[in-house]
Each structure stands twice: as C-alpha cells, then as structure tokens.
C-alpha cells in the first residue's frame, strides 16, 4: 500500500477548474473555468481541505501544485501524444460518440487504448500520493474510468466515489467496445458509481452481471472478495440561486436590452446555446426552423433565431466536419430567406463571460435544446432559472437526461424534423397562461434541485455505502 498523504477529499477529474491567462503584463496566470462542477464541488472542498488533481490545459510539463482562490490545485502535465491519443482520440472519438447512442462512428484504436491506460494510471498514482488514511476520492467522467480499480490497488483504505457526467450505453452498444470488460472492471474499483439517469445505473448493472459475471441485485453488484458496490442516479443541476441572481442584476437587464436592440427588437427571439458538438442536434434544429420561414409560419421581420456556438474539440475531424456543414447551411438559410438587417439565423461560433450567457437567456423568449442524446443539459436548467419573472418557453429533446426534470418543456424527438416544426410554432403561439404555468413547474424543480443538493446527495451515500469505514466527508457550509 502507497503511504498516505494529508488530503481527507479528493477530487480527481480530466480538467482543473481553471484556465490559464496572460496577464496585461505578460505573466501567466490563473482564471476559474466556467462549468458548473466548480460551482458544485467548491463548497465540498472548502469544508474538507479539499484537493483537486487535473490537466491544467495546454502542454506545460513543469507546473507545480498550488492554491488558487483558496482551492489545492493539482496540475497534471500531459504531453502532446497524450493530448492526441488519450484526450482527443480515446476519450473523444472512441468513448464519447460511443457513449451518445453513436450519433457519430467511434473509432477504435489500440494504441489510443494504451495511452488511456497510461494516463489513468498516472492520475490514479497521483490521488494515492495525495489522500490521507481513509479518505474520500470522487473520481468524475469518462476520460477516467479506470482510475477507481488502480486507487483501489494502490489504496485499499479509500472511499472512492465516481460519477459519470455523460450517458451510460444499453450493453448493445457498449459491446462494441474491444475494452469493455476492463472499464466495467475499473469502475467496480468504486464503493459509489453515479450516474445521471436511473437508465444508465440499469446499463451498467446489467453489463456487469453478463460481462464480468458478478453477482447483482437492483443497484448493488457483490464482488468475489465480500466488497459491495453500489449504482445510482444523481442527476446533476446547476448553481440554480447564482443564476438567478445574476440574471437579476441591472448589468444584464440592460445588456439583455441591448441584445434585443441589436437584433432590431424582434417580437421573438429563439435562442439556442450548445458547445459545437455532434450530439447537440444544431443542425437539425436550425433546418426545422428554416422550414418554419420558408412555409411562411415565421417572418423574419417578426422573430430571429439566435445560435451560440461555443468552439469546442477542434482538432477532432468529426468537430471540424461539423463546424464547416453548419457554417454552410446558415449561410444558405440567411441567403434564401434573410432581408436586410433581418437575418432568419444570428449565429456566434465563440464563447462568453457568464453574465453574456445570462443576458441572453434573459433576451430570449424560446430556448431550444434539441441534442440527439445528452447526458443532464445543464443549458436548459440554466435556463429556467434565469427565468424569474415565469415566462419564456423552453423547447426540450426527449433524449436530455433534463427531459426526465423538465417535464413541462414542449418535449420533442430530434429525428423527427416535422415534430420538431409543430413544437416551435406551439411554443411561438402559446398564450401569457400557458407559458407561466409551465415555467412554475419547472422552476420549483431547478431550484429544489440544485447542484450543492447534488453534490451532497451523492456524497452522502457514498459515506452510507461503507458506513464503518474512514472518515466522513463534512457537508458543506452554504449561505
Ligand atoms: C457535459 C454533458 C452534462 C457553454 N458555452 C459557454 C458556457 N457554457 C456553459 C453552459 C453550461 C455548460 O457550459 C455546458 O453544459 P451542458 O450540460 O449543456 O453540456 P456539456 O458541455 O456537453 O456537459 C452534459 C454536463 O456535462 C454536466 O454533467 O449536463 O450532458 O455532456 O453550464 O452555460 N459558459 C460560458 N460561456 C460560454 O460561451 N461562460
């Protein structure tokens, strides 16, 4: 057994929770990332001493630990192989179109493989270095799913908890996968593996019972050597107060204003955000809408659709594909259908400061969030939760793990483009009533269910998963 460090939590996940800057002057520096998991495990981390170990982005090799913000950061180097082979090959073409229903092929390669192998081991290396005796060790996400069986064997005194932020595959496509008995059997190296939905805890359960033939009863799988291990949902949320509070602030009501002024004040305004990615359905989305301005149900001097792209994982060829068919088929809508100053698509490819996104959330009257599988889609959440005057409508695929939340969204199915046109123009047309009655519903559910919940939640049952065993983790303080 390794010696054990001083860290009673630890958070082991592919990326720190911040991004380098430069300095006015030159120097480097450190600024929080946005993303909801620092918001949620930030609270956690303060009141236990918390350390965080990830990628810091970039190739730097010699980056030492160090505080930022009261937080323990733990930088992992990782060089220009491993970027290619374990972040953009393995995780991101192999295990993420795989895990999202293979919206696009995956691509199986064994020397992607090895590196994932490698990079797992150095990670979980790292967390048995840095916990103290009995300690909790919350491993997150699929780039990572080896980690919890390696801490194991390095720590057999930690609590280990995982959790999956995306979609866990039905066995028959989970299958494919020339590794899938090693990563069930390293994700059975936690007492706890979470994920968002009751469906993805069933996948796995299952996959593990006909792959690796343990015993399993409902949530619980029993290993050979007496150790139970325990599948859950834990649906993430997102930071449902802050939110709010921002979108309350004078700075983005009058942004939110100046949005809608820029856009030449619409009556309507759809909007949809996403990371450019494959899963997210932008391009169906804004064909549905497109048809809804040809067949003249939308003129384009009444409403716009607003599209943020916010660039991601551009060195992978599928993203790549991706961006250039959607720069051509806005190009090709505005063309056939924009007027002057009247464009039928607003479409950004960047990214914004929180407070933009706020804005826009505030600006717009129909969010769409069409993805052909998701895991949670905190997008939507946030969302509602920017919505504290109970209007707005929200336009939600069936195939977002938030689907199973926000039952009062006008659900669609991705695939089917004539449905997704009748769920736009009902939500164009609903009444005040109608739209207040649905928002209610979904805002009570965002705001009882927000992340610091989660985060406790899960937590709490992995401190209930072995009861007699190391120390606890203390919950949060929060305001
Ligand atoms: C994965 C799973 C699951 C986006 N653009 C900007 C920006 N964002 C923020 C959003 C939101 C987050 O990024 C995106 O979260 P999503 O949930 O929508 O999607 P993924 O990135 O795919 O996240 C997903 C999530 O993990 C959590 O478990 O819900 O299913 O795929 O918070 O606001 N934020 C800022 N500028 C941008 O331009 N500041």
């Not at 595959?169 to 059975?188: T, V, Y």
């Not at 716009?304 to 599928?318: G, I, L, N, Y």
Request: glycine fraction near 8%.
């Amino acid at each position: 057994m390794a010696s054990p460090g001083s860290a009673d939590l630890v958070i082991v996940a592919n990326r720190l929770p911040v991004d380098r800057v430069t300095d006015s002057d030159g120097t480097p520096g450190w600024r929080t990332s946005p993303g909801g998991l620092v918001t949620a495990i930030e609270p956690v981390m303060r009141a236990n001493d918390g350390t965080w170990i990830g990628w810091p982005g970039g190739t730097e090799q010699d980056l030492q630990p160090f505080e930022f913000d009261g937080l323990d950061l733990v930088p992992m180097a990782m060089s220009d192989e491993e970027i290619e082979n374990f972040y953009e090959g393995f995780s991101n073409a192999t295990l993420w179109p795989l895990y999202h229903d293979v919206v696009a092929k995956p691509a199986f390669h064994r020397e992607w493989w090895d590196c994932y192998v490698s990079v797992n081991r150095r990670f979980a290396e790292k967390a048995a270095e840095l916990a103290s005796e009995g300690a909790t060790v919350w491993v997150h996400d699929y780039q990572l799913q080896l980690v919890p069986q390696m801490l194991r064997d390095l720590r057999p005194d930690l609590r280990i908890g995982f959790y999956l932020h995306i979609p866990f595959p039905p066995a028959e496509l989970f299958q494919q996968l020339p590794w899938r008995r090693q990563i069930l059997e390293g994700l059975l190296g936690a007492d706890l593996v979470g994920f968002q939905l009751p469906g993805g805890a069933q996948n796995f359960v299952r996959l593990v019972r006909q792959r690796v033939g343990h015993k399993t009863h409902r949530d619980l799988v029993y290993l050979s050597d007496g150790r139970t291990v325990r599948a859950g949902a834990f649906p993430i949320s997102i930071d449902a107060a802050g939110f709010e509070e921002l979108a309350r602030s004078e700075a983005v009501e009058k942004r939110a204003a100046e949005i809608r002024e820029a856009l030449g004040n619409p009556r309507t305004i759809f909007l949809g955000i996403d990371r450019l990615d494959y899963t997210k359905g932008i391009y169906a989305r804004l064909r549905a809408y497109s048809e809804l301005v040809m067949d003249g149900h939308i003129d384009v001097e009444d409403a716009v659709f607003v599209q943020v792209a916010t660039p991601s994982r551009e060195r992978v060829q599928q993203y790549r594909i991706l961006r250039d068919d959607i720069d051509r088929l806005v190009g090709h809508i505005n063309g056939d259908l924009g007027k002057i100053g009247r464009p039928a698509i607003s479409y950004m490819h960047s990214s914004y400061p929180r407070e933009e996104m706020a804005a826009l959330y505030r600006a717009a009257d129909i969010m769409v969030v069409t993805p052909f599988r998701d895991g949670m889609n905190l997008v939507a959440k946030e969302y509602v939760a920017c919505r504290f005057e109970s209007d707005g409508a929200l336009v939600l695929s069936e195939f977002a793990g938030a689907a199973d939340e926000l039952r009062q969204a006008w659900l669609v199915n991705p695939y089917d483009i004539n449905g997704m046109k009748s769920a736009l123009l009902e939500a164009y047309g609903a009444n005040g009533r109608e739209l207040t009655r649905r928002m209610k519903a979904m805002r009570k559910q965002v705001i009882q269910h927000d992340v610091a919940a989660w985060a406790d939640s899960f937590l709490e049952e992995l401190a209930a998963v072995r009861p007699s065993h190391g120390k606890t983790v203390r919950p949060a303080k929060r305001p």
